[in-house]
């Protein structure tokens, strides 16, 4: 394996399990005390957010606005006018959902480094039903000029993903997730905006997941290697930019791609993947995902089955994939 | 800066800054007319008696700021701040050309002395908030203001009254908005379009505190901003009435030239007028 110092558990039933929001709180807060012109504001959403752990511990240099997301992301431009690095938070479904166009105005073209977080992204929101199950922030985020994407795979991830954003000096979205997910990285597991780490080596195919996705991926790799099929798990928590080396060089030697994400394929993640490989090294993509529908109310672990976003409900799927189409090896 | 300008050359450097937005349109062959005209005396006492600001240092760690919310009336502020030395005039004549720095709606990054992106209506009070908050209540840099202008068709997005509420619970009393309210829009005089009175009582209401002024009136600008910097418990709002395409008399209440340049011979006509003051000067070249 490679030297991503892999969670030795992470195949355990009892693995360990934490909100990816958690570790973004905490990251925040070691930011903020690593640099004091980090601020926070808020739309009216701090516990669930976890920006409630930098306000307590820094209440001079929390905002809350209110129930106004465009008012959240417009005061952050200006609070980064005045020199500071604002984080802001919300549920994706709002910020960037609802202020999506002062993000590009007044933080993309303007340039100034203020941080969103799309909390509660995803199908695993639950009960609040489809309303609030952001899927469409990848895709709207990635498109922009100027704006880094960052989906982080577990709550360890989130923590070092938050510092290192807070630092970068550049708009970004990082996303997060509701629900407890379980803990595949460590400590010592490296994480750089921009790069995509091989999780498990293999030769069959390559499994590239983003987000808390990834971890799946990992799980339907020793499915699969009991069946004898070798899928190399590539974890991709920068969608933008994508690392295309790393990329490439799995799929240069697997000839065949399958992608996941919780969110829309359309303009999402595997959209990503398949733009880069349809220039470079056009390959057979299977994106798994939302696909052109919305989510609706039930437990997160009910959805997850529903909607074919766990390993179990997935493998045969990826399983029929691989069977069908050879893997496409022209020689890259 | 403050002080050394009268009332009455101010106002020559206003209807200076109209013949600039003209010659600038009539050049670019687009862009907005009727908004700059009427905020020819407001812009230009900012930038040339009231603003603490160093034309040379756009970056002066120690200046007020200016935000333009509603930035396709751009060419008044390039006008303003050529005239306060912030690049030379014959830069103006590039505005919205291929390459230019003069932007068609500003874009902070391309030239410096521009504190905010804007075009899209609504954000720039909040982003004025963002600026004022932190003076105000993080830096605790008292002696610094934030001037900002908006439209009054403006008022229609819903981004100014979440920053409305913003500034009334914060009491950013650092913050200074001069409401342009000429009464256009761009389907149509205010009132039929969407209605805003009373404004002054919708702002007093979000913990404002309010002034209403001739906005073509330098001296009443003056002392509206002095009033406002007075005030320190609250934002302030300054409402200042104008005239659309004021100083062009063919332009003039007329929200039709809310978006449009005009033609060579429009210009020209316009240049006159603006130059003689509708006819009042006699004697003067074209």
């Not at chain 2, 990054?109 to 932190?134: D, F, H, R």
Request: net charge negative; glycine share 8%.
């Amino acid at each position: 394996m490679s030297d991503y110092q892999l969670n030795p558990h992470y195949a355990s039933d009892d693995v360990k399990q934490e909100a990816n929001r958690v570790g973004f709180g905490r990251g925040l807060l070691a930011a903020g005390k690593a640099n004091e012109s980090i601020v926070a504001l808020c739309a009216d959403l701090t516990d669930s957010t976890q920006i409630s752990v930098f306000r307590d511990e820094f209440p001079d240099r929390f905002v809350e606005v209110g129930i106004a997301e465009q008012n959240l992301v417009t005061v952050a431009s200006g609070m980064a006018r005045a020199g500071k690095i604002p984080f802001t938070a919300s549920y994706a479904a709002f910020s960037p959902g609802r202020n999506w166009e002062q993000i590009r105005t007044t933080i993309c073209l303007n340039d100034q480094p203020v941080k969103i977080v799309g909390a509660h992204a995803g199908i695993s929101v639950g009960p609040d039903g489809a309303t609030h199950q952001m899927l469409e922030d990848i895709a709207i985020m990635r498109v922009l000029p100027n704006m880094i994407v960052v989906a982080p795979g577990d709550s360890i991830e989130a923590e070092k993903a938050t510092r290192a954003i807070a630092v970068n000096g550049k708009p970004s979205y990082i996303r997060l997730a509701r629900e407890k997910t379980p803990i595949f990285s460590t400590e010592n597991s490296p994480f750089e905006i921009g790069k995509a780490y091989i999780l498990r080596q293999g030769t069959d195919v390559s499994l590239l997941g983003t987000g808390t996705m990834t971890y799946q991926l990992l799980l339907i790799a020793r499915m699969l290697e009991e069946e004898g099929i070798s899928a190399e798990v590539v974890h991709v928590p920068t969608i933008k930019p994508l690392d295309e080396h790393t990329i490439l060089e799995s799929v240069r030697k697997t000839g065949r791609v399958v992608t996941a994400e919780e969110a829309q394929v359309a303009g999402g993640f595997g959209s990503a993947i398949a733009e880069l490989l349809s220039e470079k090294m056009p390959t057979p993509v299977k994106r798994m995902g939302m696909y052109d529908r919305f989510g609706e109310s039930g437990s997160p672990s009910e959805l997850a089955v529903h909607f074919k976003m766990t390993a179990s409900t997935m493998i045969d799927d990826v399983r029929a994939f691989i069977e069908k189409v050879p893997q496409y090896k022209p020689g890259y | 800066m403050s002080g050394t300008l009268t009332i009455h050359q101010l106002q020559h450097k206003a209807n200076v800054v109209r013949e600039d937005i003209i010659k600038m349109l009539l050049a670019a062959g687009s862009g907005h007319a009727a908004g700059p005209l009427g905020m020819a005396e407001i812009v230009t006492t900012l930038y040339l008696d009231i603003m603490n600001i160093r034309p040379s240092q756009p970056n002066w760690k120690e200046r007020d700021f200016f935000f333009l919310s509603n930035g396709h009336t751009i060419p008044v502020q390039y006008a303003a701040m050529a005239e306060a030395g912030y690049f030379p005039k014959e830069e103006l004549l590039t505005l919205r050309q291929l390459g230019s720095r003069l932007q068609g709606h500003p874009e902070r990054t391309k030239l410096p002395g521009l504190e905010n992106t804007s075009g899209p209506l609504g954000s720039g009070l909040s982003q004025a908030c963002g600026v004022a908050y932190t003076l105000q209540h993080i830096d605790r840099e008292l002696q610094r203001h934030v001037y900002v202008i908006t439209g009054d068709g403006e008022l229609n997005e819903g981004n100014i009254w979440e920053a409305a509420m913003f500034a009334g619970k914060y009491k950013l009393s650092q913050l200074c908005l001069f409401i342009d309210r000429n009464n256009i829009q761009i389907d149509g005089n205010t009132e039929d379009v969407m209605p805003l009175e009373s404004l002054a009582a919708k702002w007093q209401s979000f913990g404002w505190h309010v002034q209403e002024i001739d906005g073509h009136n330098v001296e009443s600008i003056q002392d509206a901003a002095s009033m406002a910097r007075a005030i320190t418990e609250k934002p302030s709002v300054i409402i200042a009435h104008t005239i659309p395409g004021k100083g062009v008399p063919y332009m003039e209440y007329d929200y039709k030239w809310h978006g449009g340049a005009p033609n060579s011979e429009q210009a020209k006509e316009a240049l006159r007028k603006i130059r003689t003051l509708d006819g009042k000067i006699t004697g003067e070249h074209e």
